[in-house]
């Protein structure tokens, strides 16, 4: 689901104040790692070219 999305191991990930987050470590079909937390095909607002942006803090 996220591959088909466009998001990407190495992509930036913004959270919902659009603070960095750092870059996506590990993509699976549904969640993905930032650091050591873990995000899920939900939590995501919007796929951009610039990144990833999260519907969360």
């Known amino acids: 689901m996220l591959e088909k999305l466009g998001v990407k191991s190495g992509m930036a990930v913004f959270d ?3 603070q ?3 870059a996506i470590e ?3 079909d549904n ?3 930032v650091g050591s937390k873990g995000y899920t095909v939900n939590d995501v607002s919007m796929v951009e070219p610039s990144g990833v942006y999260l519907s969360v803090k």
């Open 16 to 18: 919902a104040a659009g």
């Open 26 to 28: 590990t993509v699976n």
């Open 31 to 33: 969640d993905f790692t």
């Open 20 to 22: 960095s987050l750092g």
